[in-house]
């Protein structure tokens, strides 16, 4: 049974910085090096706990400081034999699991204790080299850390900590079998730590199974507004929908922002539309190649492109730090799709904007969705061509007024030379026109909303029926569609789900239900996989299936694809 705790209870009142929970001076050292003074309220969680041997699930964002939350008691615990495997932490991606190597890496520099990291996409035997020189934690993707099991290379007997980060984010991807695999090959299993931002009912089924009366730890508020994120709802005509987009890019005047579609094609539309009106972008799908996938993840982190691209699956586990913007380009399938686009910014205490570009329709659908729930939103056209040209302006002003006023010796001796062969209002609005080239203003829209609200105006009323017949009670039902596999004996529920949900670009729960019989293999697939299964029935042909199964590209789902790699 769940225990459920709070900060209050487990943080001792005055327990301030890190030194106040009992951890050992190199770490501390490591701390104040790294130039951290104050613990993160997911951190003061885990550490105030005075018993640490249990179970525990914890619920808190990605991007809260979660992973020094678990990697700082399991490094000061003084039974953590450095010479072999004793801690196994699985995350849904590589970049993930890379990310938590790093910072485990700086944390363990003053003590001895090693580190291996098995991912996708590395080499597999410099992996096995790391496991034989003895590493104490062991940090990984699901599906290779069970490749490494299977092999005999990662040895778990002496494994008594399993951190499961992401857990929702790894169960919606399909990791389900390989995690059960994983922690049933753990004898020496004596806790394990479930860090989920959700607990749907798949979490909550692995729980049940997998662990014993957990206590839970919850720094998130069902429904809850994240108080650092800011949402704004732009609408925009039904037919300028990426006219719309570009529209809020230049009002929102954004650095660094997320833009998230629903499928690939639109990702390479969105992107190759935004690189034409001059914003430096580039996108991120299921598609593409696992150096394809780090060349833009690297573009985007390093800021030499402004905008990614990328659809729900692919950005899953994402954690790039001072993401400014989040766009949402069309309505968010559902209100935890919502939340996790969001929560791509705001991190680290950082205020963060969500915006979404929607139609009227689907702006009216998005209230539905988040009814019950606590977010507030702020409503509006998306900015027209004409407020845009006012703030731009506006901008220029400040930026040409500020503190770069004056200029140096050389360019005032100009100054004066022109203000002696022309009028200075004559050649202050030379300049301007000059400038006002490379000054983008968008797109006019209100022509568009006219012409809409016109439309709607003088659409005739739909006739109300006397009496509606009652839809059966029950669950969603789809349309089944037959697979068209070789040996129907080589398919099991996890590879179908896998090898599907790749090759359509969906999420699993797209699939309804998957029926395996000995002359054939039958999906279930609900509308939004069927839409895409009409639009292109190829992506589930015989080679297609055969060549994605082969060859591991699953995309989220996968970390064997592209030498061994499970990213999205």
């Known amino acids: 049974m769940e225990q459920t705790a709070t900060l209050e209870t487990m943080v001792p009142e005055g327990r301030k910085g890190f030194e106040g929970f009992g951890l050992r001076e190199e770490l501390l050292e490591a701390i104040e090096a790294k130039g951290f003074t104050e613990p993160m309220p997911v951190q003061e969680a ?53 990310q938590i190597s790093r910072e485990a890496a700086w944390l363990s520099r003053r003590i001895e204790c090693a580190c291996a990291t098995l991912v996708g996409g590395m080499d597999m035997a410099a992996q096995v ?33 399993v951190v499961l980060d992401e857990g929702d984010h790894m169960l919606d991807m399909g990791f389900r079998e390989e995690l059960e695999s994983i922690l049933e090959a753990a004898p020496a299993r004596e806790r394990t730590w479930l860090f989920s931002a959700t607990m749907p009912p798949a979490v909550r089924a692995l729980s049940r199974r997998y662990l014993t009366d957990p206590e839970m730890i919850s ?64 996108c991120l799908h299921g598609d593409m190649s696992q150096r394809e ?20 699956v692919a950005a899953r586990g994402l954690d790039i730090p001072d993401v400014e913007h989040v766009f949402q380009f069309g309505l968010p399938s559902d209100a935890e799709t919502f939340v996790h686009r969001s929560g791509r910014t705001g991190r680290a205490g950082n205020e ?23 977010i507030s939103l702020s409503w509006s ?39 002696e062969k022309a009028d200075p209002v004559d050649l202050v609005a030379a300049f301007l026109d000059l400038a006002a080239k490379d000054i983008r203003s968008g797109y006019s829209l209100k022509d568009d909303f006219a012409r809409e609200r016109e439309q709607a105006a003088h659409r005739s009323p739909r006739a109300v029926p006397a009496r509606r017949e009652r839809k059966p009670l029950g669950r969603k039902r789809g349309t089944l569609v037959r697979l068209p596999v070789r040996d129907a004996a080589d398919w099991n529920a996890g590879k179908v789900l896998r090898t599907v949900c790749s090759a359509l670009d969906v999420e699993s729960r797209e699939i309804a239900e998957i029926v395996l019989k000995k002359d054939g293999v039958m999906v279930e697939l609900l509308p939004a996989a069927l839409e ?6 190829d992506r589930l042909s015989g080679p297609a299936l055969s060549r994605i199964a082969a060859s591991g590209r699953r995309r989220a789902w996968s970390d064997r694809d592209r030498a061994g790699s499970r990213t999205a």
């Open 46 to 98: 885990v550490l105030g706990r005075e018993d640490l041997d249990v179970d525990l699930i914890v619920r808190a964002r990605t991007g809260s400081g979660k992973t020094l939350a678990f990697l700082l008691p399991l490094m000061n615990d003084p039974d953590l034999d450095p010479s072999r495997p004793g801690v196994l932490i699985i995350s849904p991606t590589r970049e993930l699991a890379l």
């Open 129 to 161: 080299r790391e496991l034989r020189h003895g590493a104490a934690f062991i940090i990984g993707t699901p599906g290779r850390v069970l490749d490494h099991v299977r092999r005999g290379t990662l040895k778990m007997d002496h494994i008594r900590t």
């Open 219 to 282: 720094l998130v508020e069902e429904g809850a507004q994240h108080e650092d994120i800011v949402h704004r709802v732009y609408t925009t005509p039904k037919g300028r929908r990426v006219e719309g987009l570009v529209n809020a890019l230049l009002w929102e005047n954004s650095s660094k922002g997320l833009v998230f579609c629903h499928t690939r094609a639109e990702t390479i539309e969105v992107a190759d539309r935004l690189a034409r009106e001059r914003f430096s972008s580039c």
């Open 293 to 312: 996938r780090n060349h833009a993840l690297a573009m985007f982190a390093s800021g030499r492109v402004s905008h990614l691209v990328a659809t729900d």
């Open 352 to 374: 963060g904007q969500d915006i979404l570009v929607l139609t009227l329709a689907e702006a009216h659908k998005l209230k539905g969705l988040l009814r019950d729930t606590k």
């Open 381 to 419: 056209p998306v900015p027209d061509a004409q407020s845009i040209r006012t703030m731009q302006r506006a901008r220029y002003e400040e930026l040409v007024l500020g503190d770069s006023l004056g200029g140096d010796d050389g360019t005032r001796e100009w100054a004066v030379s022109l203000l």
């Open 532 to 537: 895409k299964y009409r639009r292109d029935p």
